[in-house]
């Protein structure tokens, strides 16, 4: 029992660490890309047709189907807009005039504000001690990370890294 245990623990820690490795050179990728020349709704193209024959593939191994509700699907759209092309567009454009390390910290914050936003939009998520603990240790954390990313870079336009 111990050896399906810990055989398990170590396959979920490389499934974590490659899930880790993917979304985090992914803003290293970006920033390549944007320095090669491709504009960012090409790169954001090329990243979701990627995506998609991923998916696909994993769909065809698995053997699952698409939902064929009409309404399903056109939720399912609505989601993938709002919450991977604006944001991909959105983080490959600013990428432009920031660093791909800034990039990723920022990102990173988004459970932060998360928390805020629900405490906010839903009555049975409150802000409790433990959450705002969380919340001032997280943004400290990320002010002192973020800290020497703060001041403009010698000769870059500090109204565009301020955009980005």
Do not use: C
């Not at 090409?42 to 998916?55: D, K, M, P, Q």
């Not at 064929?68 to 490959?92: E, Q, Y």
């Not at 998360?114 to 997280?138: R, Y």
């Amino acid at each position: 029992m111990t050896s399906v245990r810990s055989t398990s623990s170590r396959l979920l820690w490389l499934v974590f660490l490659g899930v880790a490795f993917a979304w985090g050179s992914s803003y290293f990728f970006i920033k390549i890309g944007v320095e090669s020349g491709l504009q960012p709704f090409t790169l954001v193209a090329w990243r979701l047709a990627i995506s998609i024959i991923g998916l696909g593939l994993l769909l065809r191994l698995t053997g699952s189907r698409l939902p064929r509700d009409r309404s399903v699907l056109m939720k399912l759209a609505v989601v993938g807009i709002i919450n991977v092309a604006i944001p991909f567009t959105l983080i490959t454009w600013a990428e432009q005039s920031i660093d791909s390390a800034l990039a990723s910290i920022l990102q990173s914050l988004t459970p932060l504000f998360s928390l805020i936003l629900a405490a906010i939009v839903l009555s049975d998520e409150p802000i409790t001690s433990n959450k705002l603990a969380g919340l001032v240790v997280g943004f400290a954390g990320a002010v002192l990370i973020l800290a020497r990313h703060l001041a403009p870079a010698p000769g870059a336009d500090p109204s565009a890294q301020l955009m980005g």
